[in-house]
């Protein structure tokens, strides 16, 4: 296993498990396969509605908690101070734990949706550098935001985001955002790290897949490690889960990576912080 150092000084593992759209019994089951298989980071929501299963799973598991980093993310109409109190309250209570320890804001407020947007990111901000302190929450991040929302952030914040969780895959992996992140020692987090499956019809992975006898999977996973981001793949599978995980054993060429770097826009969810609740395809 590899481990990120954050800008906190805290570690985090370089591949975690998602698990959107994993939910009841096939959550449950899905996160303890993980947690066995040797995953330490389980990434979760409150929109994903899971954070239940979630918690049931980590239990179940009979992993030491201790050796589980845990992320929830709190939802964009949850903004707000109070709002964010309350909502962490509930997501914690869900997970049935004693404290998380990364919470994320899913999504920023934007000016199409807040008067003062910028303000409503600072006091929900404010609100979660106040569960760190008070020792519910270990490290705070943030999840889909842009430098024109981060620098605002950046300029108020008391304590800086250790990570940006953002849509990263072959095809799709704004290139720009990474740049400010790392300029600034923000970890970057990589969700659909599999471009919504198109990266399985790519031609040029499957030739690089060929040659290091890996899977589509593991060549992507791969790539996003090799561009120093964590990588959260997901599935309900326990050989996929078993194979996404075994991804430390070999590298990518330069030529390789920027051949990856350089495909064509695939995959993209449609997702823009500016947009929602509007997709821009």
């Known amino acids: 296993m590899k481990y990120y150092q954050l800008n906190n000084g805290n570690k985090i593992p370089a591949i975690g498990f998602g698990t959107y759209q994993a939910e009841e019994k096939e959550g449950i ?6 947690l066995q298989t040797g995953y330490r980071l389980i990434d979760t929501a409150a929109k994903y509605e899971n954070e239940e299963a979630v918690g049931k799973g980590i239990k179940e598991s009979k992993v030491p908690r201790e050796e589980i980093i845990v992320t929830t993310k709190l939802w964009r109409e949850e903004l707000g101070y109070e709002n964010t109190k309350k909502a962490f309250e509930t997501s914690l209570a869900k997970l049935d734990l004693d404290y998380i320890d990364l919470y994320l804001i899913h999504w920023p407020a934007n000016a199409k949706n807040y008067n003062n947007w910028e303000k409503t990111n600072n006091e929900t901000w404010r609100a979660m550098e106040e569960l760190v302190k008070e020792g519910k929450v270990k490290n705070i991040g943030v999840s889909n935001f842009w430098p024109e929302h981060l620098e605002p952030l950046l300029e108020a914040a008391e304590i800086k985001p250790v990570i940006n969780q953002i849509e990263f895959h072959p095809g799709y992996w704004q290139p720009e955002v990474t740049k400010f992140c790392k300029q600034n020692d923000i970890l970057v987090e990589a969700w ?10 790519n031609k040029e992975i499957k030739t690089i897949a ?3 006898q890996k899977s589509v999977a593991q060549i992507c996973l791969r790539w996003i490690l090799e561009h ?8 309900s599978t326990p050989k996929r889960i078993e ?10 060429t330069s030529e390789e990576i920027q051949t990856i770097d350089n495909l064509p826009q695939m995959g993209f ?3 823009l912080p500016n947009h929602w609740p509007d997709k821009v395809n």
């Not at 089951?29 to 993980?34: F, H, I």
């Not at 194979?243 to 990518?252: A, K, P, R, V």
């Open 29 to 34: 089951e899905a996160v303890k396969k993980a």
């Open 192 to 201: 659909s790290p599999l471009a919504r499956g198109k990266v399985f019809e």
């Open 210 to 212: 060929e040659k290091h």
């Open 228 to 235: 120093e981001a964590l990588v959260i793949p997901k599935s």
């Open 243 to 252: 194979d996404n995980f075994d991804i430390f054993c070999f590298q990518l």
């Open 269 to 271: 969810s449609g997702e």
